[in-house]
């Protein structure tokens, strides 16, 4: 469906991993209302995905329309774009900035709404502009010009939404069941540093491949 499926089932594997605004999300509503609120929460995240892929590939299908070097010129700064990004999160892991610590001390938790909890991810996610420049930014790599670029994009928005929910589901129990488990910043200090080799090493293949 895709080019490197494997390189691509890898790498956004790893990045999915790095704790961001929606695993915060995640965290925040689990310990508001239990392991079913950050699964809802889950949901309603990596439904935004599917957003944020169409319009990517809207985006990629007029460019193609137009020209092959107008698509090499998106995929060169999409490069830089991953470049600046991998190198910020080298320089705070390396650097060891630690993360605004959660208070998951056990509260009284709040009844569980599904809807409330479907939306609150999905906006999050949805408006989050950072996601939208990433999809534009990552999603072209591993596009084949002479095949839709909507179907591919949704196929990997699919691969993604699979693995988000399995990260975010497995997250939320945690949660509810290891008081504190976010409270350390070495987890997150490793995890900032793989993401970033690897948007490093993304944006440097990106300069050095052969253009369309």
Same mark, same amino acid.
């Given at each position: 469906?895709?080019?490197?499926?494997?390189?691509f089932f890898i790498a956004i594997t790893l990045?999915?991993?790095?704790?961001?605004?929606?695993? #915060?999300?995640?965290?925040?509503?689990?310990?508001?209302?239990?392991?079913?609120?950050?699964?809802?929460?889950?949901?309603?995240?990596?439904?935004?995905?599917?957003?944020?892929?169409?319009? $990517?590939?809207?985006?990629?299908?007029?460019?193609?329309?137009?020209?092959?070097?107008?698509? =090499?010129? #998106?995929?060169?700064?999409?490069?830089?774009?991953?470049?600046?990004?991998?190198?910020?999160?080298?320089?705070?892991?390396?650097?060891?900035?630690?993360?605004?610590?959660?208070?998951? &001390?056990?509260?009284?938790?709040? &009844?569980?709404?599904?809807?409330?909890?479907?939306?609150?991810?999905?906006?999050?996610?949805?408006? =989050?502009?950072?996601?939208?420049?990433?999809?534009?930014?990552?999603?072209?790599?591993?596009?084949?010009?002479?095949?839709?670029?909507?179907?591919?994009s949704l196929f990997m928005a699919v691969i993604?939404?699979?693995?988000?929910?399995?990260?975010q589901g497995l997250l939320a129990i945690l949660?509810?069941?290891?008081?504190?488990?976010?409270?350390? $910043?070495?987890?997150?200090?490793?995890?900032?540093?793989?993401?970033?080799?690897? #948007?490093?090493?993304?944006?440097?293949?990106?300069?050095?491949?052969?253009?369309?």
């Amino acid at each position: 469906m895709i080019d490197q499926f494997w390189t691509f089932f890898i790498a956004i594997t790893l990045l999915t991993l790095f704790p961001g605004v929606d695993s #915060l999300l995640v965290v925040r509503n689990t310990s508001r209302g239990g392991w079913k609120d950050g699964i809802a929460t889950s949901t309603g995240i990596c439904s935004g995905l599917f957003v944020h892929a169409l319009v $990517s590939a809207l985006g990629i299908s007029a460019i193609l329309l137009q020209s092959a070097i107008a698509f =090499n010129g #998106l995929k060169l700064i999409g490069g830089g774009y991953l470049l600046w990004l991998g190198s910020c999160s080298l320089w705070r892991a390396a650097h060891g900035k630690k993360s605004a610590k959660l208070d998951l &001390q056990p509260t009284v938790t709040r &009844q569980f709404q599904l809807l409330r909890s479907l939306r609150e991810g999905f906006v999050c996610n949805v408006f =989050n502009p950072k996601t939208l420049m990433f999809y534009m930014a990552f999603l072209p790599q591993f596009i084949d010009p002479s095949r839709s670029p909507i179907i591919q994009s949704l196929f990997m928005a699919v691969i993604h939404f699979f693995i988000a929910m399995a990260y975010q589901g497995l997250l939320a129990i945690l949660v509810c069941r290891v008081s504190g488990w976010f409270r350390g $910043s070495r987890l997150a200090q490793v995890l900032e540093g793989l993401a970033g080799v690897v #948007l490093v090493s993304f944006g440097l293949r990106i300069f050095l491949e052969k253009r369309i």
